[in-house]
Every structure is written in structure tokens, then in C-alpha cells.
T-cell receptor, first 112, second 108 residues
Framework: SAVISQKPSRDICQRGTSLTIQCQVDSQVTMMFWYRQQPGQSLTLIATANQGSEATYESGFVIDKFPISRPNLTFSTLTVSNMSPEDSSIYLC?????????FGPGTRLTVT | KNEVEQSPQNLTAQEGEFITINCSYSVGISALHWLQQHPGGGIVSLFMLSSGKKKHGRLIATINIQEKHSSLHITASHPRDSAVYICAAYYNTDKLIFGTGTRLQVFP
């Protein structure tokens, strides 16, 4: 199994600003993913974070809005750029191997 | 279309009751996850299964490949079991498809 930590756990941000969320895994993993969970909704995959190359984004998500880095096999960041109230969500990092994922505690973001 | 459907959407129970949450999916899944999400938002992976049955403490997960159906059972439910339970499936890719979740409240 893998233990995943995320920072910050929560934040309140002003419209137009950016927030970077960090995800740290306690062991090297093949796959890392970023999800968004809007209020009352299920999880939606934002992108797959690829080590040493550009992330692979799902339909409806773009790099300019959600830039992602993955400099090594245990760490990734997601930035939510130029935030609006619609970006208020829980953002979750997950990591693992094919068919087995472990989830972080999430970052609860409120945009005012 | 690859989908995952859960029922019920909301569930309330008295402490000690036996609880069942259902999940149905389309053909062609490789594996299925049951996840638990507490009010703070963090998600814990309870089970990952591709056939048969798994048990951990008071939790039991089963999957029936022919009927394309999985169930999560909680025996002797307790208020600390109150959470959202999410079923998620791998459709022959590395990406999970999530159900909408079942909100469980267990009252003392």
C-alpha cells in the first residue's frame, strides 16, 4: 500500500488568485492522478500526472487552468489558476499501480 | 457507455443493523473498488476485487461477474460507519469510473 499526504488540507482564496496543492507519496509509484469533487458530486478525473513529461488532461480540463508538475515518482503538484467561485471543490490526489489506487486526504478549496 | 450506478443514494440505519449498498456496471470491467469518504473529504480504499468475495472486519464485498453487480455489506453497523461509500470500476484502462456514492447515516 501507499500513504499519501496533501498540503494544504484546506484553504480559502480570493477570486483571481492561484493555489498550488502538493501531493507526497511515501513510496515510488507508477501512476499519479488528480481529481476534483464538486459539492454534492462524485469524483472527476482532471489529469494523469506523468513523471518527467506533460500531464495528460481529461476532456474539459486544460493545462493553463490546472498546470501539473511531477518532478519524480513520489511527488506532484496541481495548481488551480485564476480561481473563480466555481472552482470551490475538494481536490484529491491518488497514486498507485494499474488497478490499485490509494487516495490522499484531499484539499478543500473555497473561493470567495 | 462505461457507467457505474449505485443504490440507494441515501441510507439511514439504526446502530446494529445489517447494511447493503449495491453497485451495477457495464460489461468489461477489470476490477472494482469500494471506497469510503468521510465528511472531511479524505477517501479510504476499502476493497479492490475482480471476483468472489472479500471480508475485512465487519465489511464484506462481493462481486458477481455474470450479473455485473457488486455489493458492500456492513454487519453490526455503528455510528462511526457514517460516511459516503463509493463504488468505482476499471474498464480495461488505468482510469477509474466512479459511481455517485451512497450516503450512509447510522444512528445510535
Amino acid at each position: 500500500s501507499a500513504v499519501i499526504s496533501q498540503k494544504p488540507s484546506r484553504d480559502i482564496c480570493q477570486r483571481g488568485t492561484s493555489l498550488t496543492i502538493q501531493c507526497q507519496v511515501d513510496s515510488q509509484v507508477t501512476m499519479m492522478f488528480w481529481y476534483r469533487q464538486q459539492p454534492g458530486q462524485s469524483l472527476t478525473l482532471i489529469a494523469t500526472a506523468n513523471q518527467g513529461s506533460e500531464a495528460t488532461y481529461e476532456s474539459g480540463f486544460v493545462i493553463d487552468k490546472f498546470p501539473i508538475s511531477r518532478p519524480n515518482l513520489t511527488f506532484s503538484t496541481l495548481t488551480v489558476s485564476n480561481m473563480s467561485p466555481e472552482d470551490s471543490s475538494i481536490y484529491l490526489c491518488s497514486a498507485g499501480t494499474t488497478y490499485e489506487q490509494y487516495f490522499g486526504p484531499g484539499t478543500r478549496l473555497t473561493v470567495t | 457507455k462505461n457507467e457505474v450506478e449505485q443504490s440507494p443514494q441515501n441510507l439511514t440505519a439504526q446502530e446494529g443493523e445489517f447494511i447493503t449498498i449495491n453497485c451495477s456496471y457495464s460489461v468489461g470491467i477489470s476490477a472494482l473498488h469500494w471506497l469510503q469518504q468521510h465528511p472531511g473529504g479524505g477517501i479510504v480504499s476499502l476493497f479492490m476485487l475482480s471476483s468472489g468475495k472479500k471480508k475485512h472486519g465487519r465489511l464484506i464485498a462481493t462481486i458477481n461477474i455474470q450479473e455485473k453487480h457488486s455489493s458492500l455489506h456492513i454487519t453490526a453497523s455503528h455510528p462511526r460507519d457514517s460516511a459516503v461509500y463509493i463504488c468505482a470500476a476499471y474498464y480495461n484502462t488505468d482510469k477509474l469510473i466512479f459511481g455517485t456514492g451512497t450516503r450512509l447515516q447510522v444512528f445510535p
